[in-house]
């Protein structure tokens, strides 16, 4: 099957990031502060109401109190709205009255408090006296529960604003931190998610980034080993196999001898491509610049490789690269398409875009979802003849040259799901400046006079 692009790296699912984080906190910040408002707007109100209802009933008290002196001395009531035996009396008061008590009472039909006060004279007598809350009170508290609507608003349009901005910064740090770590992620091991945050104040986001970049210190070294590990086996497997392959040249003709030669000969490529691999891995590779009319050179190279490839120059375009990695990585496309495709093979060339497609089954879908993984060679559509590096190397030489390799199949539009693909194209986008910002660093060559 196909080589390997580069380690499969999941895109990070930001969803936390982009649903709002900011307006969840301000909306939850904005509902608290509203309960709490509410909460306590409802507390003052009555707390309010009950005092003045007091207030309101005391002094009804003290009028009727002075009513019943002035009643005892006069023998006729000469206080306003003073009743004598009033029948609207409630009979719970008048009860408590004909006890010899005085009494008093406050009750709400409705439109308002009707407050009571009644006591008893020395004549068997009962003076009442029966009134509503003051207009004054009632101003009062219609001018209270407006002050407590305002502030209401007020606060829970200031904790919305407070949890906006704190939201906000939070929100903006965690996305700083997502796209460092994604550039970790692509390869960017310089990166550290600490300094990207930024920030003076210290909360959980730095533990975070903290975290992130010990991690990616530990995956670095141990990426780092293994690639080391990989490259001593490969250094050490080159000269027994070149030394078993220079003894298989010393054998009799015959098929037993092609037999060894081819064996020993593939055995010589796999371990040249898992030391350029390695030296991929590494990321101290450095491009050799030069200038190149991108059609005419590809078409000179592929018509020496195999003449019975079809070669489109819809664009000529010229390109600073490097030709020595550009040639490889086109001779693996090719014999990526060669060896799992079916003819024709057809290379376009158009501005700074080189296509090679094939007409066999199509790229296997795990390839398409996740990239290509190292020594992976079989699937059901393809024979899984090679090594599955490939396209691991042209990969990694396209990083050197900060281009972009990308594969997908052909299908025509409204396909059914299931059917299979009209054949696989690999595309290579060159940059249009170098270096770019992939994380390849391209060196001019030096001129003739040694500048």
Known sequence: MRGILRYPVRRMERAGLHTGLRWKLSAAIAAVSGLVAIVLSLVVHNAARVSMLDNARDLANQRVQI??????????????????????????????????????????????PDIWAAVPAKDGHVLSLHSNMPDRSTDVMKDLDQALVIGSVAVVLGS???????????????????????????????????????GVVRDETDDLALAVDAMADALKQRLEAERRVTADIAH???????????????????????????????????????????????????????????????????????????????????????PRRLERVLFNLLAN??????????????????????????????????????????????????????????????????????????????????????GAVAVLWLPEHAPTSTGSYPTLPRQGNGR
């Open 67 to 112: 009513a019943q002196r002035n009643y005892e001395l006069n023998r006729r009531p000469n206080f306003p709205n003073i009743k004598v035996d009033d029948p609207e009396l409630p009979a719970t008061l008048r009860e408590k009255v004909e006890q010899g008590r005085r009494a008093s009472d406050v009750s709400d039909h409705g439109e308002g």
């Open 160 to 198: 919305s604003a407070l949890g906006v901005l704190i939201g906000g910064q939070l929100s903006r740090r965690l996305r700083k931190a997502a796209a460092a770590a994604g550039r970790v992620a692509k390869g960017e091991t310089e990166v550290r998610v600490r300094e990207a945050i930024g």
């Open 236 to 322: 050490e497997l080159r000269t027994p196999v070149t030394g078993l392959l220079t003894a298989a040249e010393l054998l009799p003709p015959g098929r037993p001898t092609e037999l060894v030669l081819d064996r020993a000969k593939a055995m010589r490529t796999l371990v040249e491509d898992v030391l350029e691999v390695a030296r991929l891995d590494g990321a101290s590779e450095r491009a050799e610049l030069q200038d190149i009319m991108l059609g005419e050179f590809v078409a000179r190279r592929v018509a020496a490789k195999d003449p019975d490839i079809t070669v489109r120059v819809v664009h000529e375009s010229e390109v600073t690269t490097d």
């Open 337 to 422: 398409a060669a060896r799992h495709g079916r003819p024709p093979i057809e290379v376009t060339v158009e501005g700074r875009v080189i296509r090679v497609r094939d007409h066999g089954p199509g790229f296997p879908a795990e390839l398409l979802a996740e990239g290509p993984s190292r020594f992976r060679t079989g699937s059901k559509d393809r024979a899984g003849q090679g090594h599955g590096l490939g396209l691991t190397i042209a990969a990694g030489q396209a990083r050197v040259l900060g281009a972009r390799l990308t594969f997908r199949n052909v299908q025509p539009a409204g396909t059914p799901v299931g059917v299979p693909a009209e």
